[in-house]
């Protein structure tokens, strides 16, 4: 080939190697680093490090080459039950400088029997080994003896406030539909516990201040917009899994309506998908994916068109879904990674525009999409 035509070519595969994702064929995965036991959270803490939940009550540092770190040391009691543990974690927006993080996990009872989604913050210290200044500034009440349903994903809004999305328990399903309890709720609070002035409910008798929506079944995802708004999904029962955008004070149904019916079959209450006075979601998935972690794509490093794409987990069936949305619509959904075969727990993107996943495993993996 002469030298010329050999350039051209050299040039040509230079240029098709540099080309986004969504040109030049499907996704796949790396392998960060596996052995991880049932991993249900990531947050990105500087210098390639990620933190790392693992439910059985374990927290621990992942380093920019893959290496898994001890447990950090400073948790507080944990209850590990059924769906419950340690659960989701975040880093401050400001990390860099305060290296603080928030954390939920199932909280036993002080006395007896029972437990609750709580949230806490607390200071990651300098050599990454412990938790300092360790504060519960959320509880979720009341206590009830329960496996089902924590929620449990934390989002921080623009304005520094947090978002907590907080599952009905499973047997308390019609708590949901009431403002005197925070089952089946997200809740929005200060980063030192306390109540914003200007949440819905505040001033209501008989109503928790914390409260930014109810009617919520077990969200499992969330997170903020390009709009900057809070989006979320949340599990339905047999069908009716939802992505709603949650806005203060508004009812979101269950389980008065769904598009769901119960396990093994049969309508749930009147068998309504509409009511007046209640929500409908943006989208939603019959029969369930069983939908866990949530991330927008904010870079173009899988291309243009992924650009404000929703990405979405499946336990259920283990696989990527990538959604495509026009303002509050989705107008159409991909199925990625269908060979992956394991259940996708957390979805986050990267400081470096990356997508990673979590992978809910007894040997759990964290992921990264590359091109093909």
């Known amino acids: 080939m002469p030298k010329r035509r050999w350039r051209l070519v050299a040039a040509l595969l230079t240029a098709l190697s540099a080309l986004p994702l969504a040109a030049h064929g499907a996704p796949r ?43 950090v040391d400073g948790l507080p009691a944990i209850e590990v039950t059924g769906q419950g543990g340690l659960l989701d974690v975040v880093a401050d927006r400001d990390f860099a400088h305060n290296r603080m993080i928030y954390f939920c996990y199932a909280e036993p009872a002080a006395q007896g ?32 003896s329960s496996r089902l349903h924590f929620g449990c994903r934390i989002v921080e ?55 930014w929506s109810y009617g919520h079944r077990n969200s499992q995802g969330a997170t903020l917009g390009p709009d900057g708004r809070l989006w979320m999904h949340e599990h339905g029962p047999q069908g009716g899994d939802e992505i709603n955008r949650p806005e203060p004070g508004k009812n979101y149904g269950w389980p008065i309506i769904t598009y769901g019916e119960n396990y093994g079959g049969g309508a749930i209450g009147e068998g309504l998908t509409h009511k007046a006075g209640m929500e409908q979601p943006l989208h939603y998935w019959v029969p369930s994916i069983a939908p866990s972690g949530m991330a927008f794509v904010r870079s173009e490093r899988y291309g243009k068109a992924w650009r404000g794409s929703l990405l979405v ?59 093909d």
């Open 113 to 144: 029997s029972g437990n609750s989604t709580a949230l806490a913050a607390a200071r990651l210290s300098d050599d990454s080994l412990r938790l300092e200044k360790l504060t519960t500034i959320f509880r979720q009440t009341p206590k009830i």
């Open 313 to 371: 987990g499946s336990l259920k069936f283990g696989y990527l879904a990538r959604l495509e949305v026009d303002g509050s619509r989705v107008v159409r959904e991909e199925k990625l990674l269908t060979g992956l075969r394991q259940r996708v727990r957390d979805v986050r993107e990267g400081p470096d525009g990356s997508i990673y996943l979590l992978t809910d495993e007894r040997n759990g993996q964290l992921l990264k999409l590359v091109g």
């Open 157 to 211: 809004a623009d304005d520094g406030k947090l978002f907590l999305t907080l599952g009905e328990r499973g047997s308390r399903m019609a708590d949901a539909q009431k403002l005197d309890n925070h089952h089946g709720k997200i809740v929005r609070i200060g980063k030192d516990g306390s109540v914003p002035a200007d949440n819905p409910f505040v001033g209501r008798p008989g109503a928790l201040p914390e409260i």
């Open 29 to 71: 995965v790396d392998v960060v680093t596996s052995g991880l036991d049932h991993p249900w959270a990531l947050a990105f803490i500087g210098d390639g490090r990620m933190l790392v939940s693992e439910r059985p009550g374990r927290l621990r540092v992942i380093a920019a080459d893959g290496k898994v770190g001890a447990p």
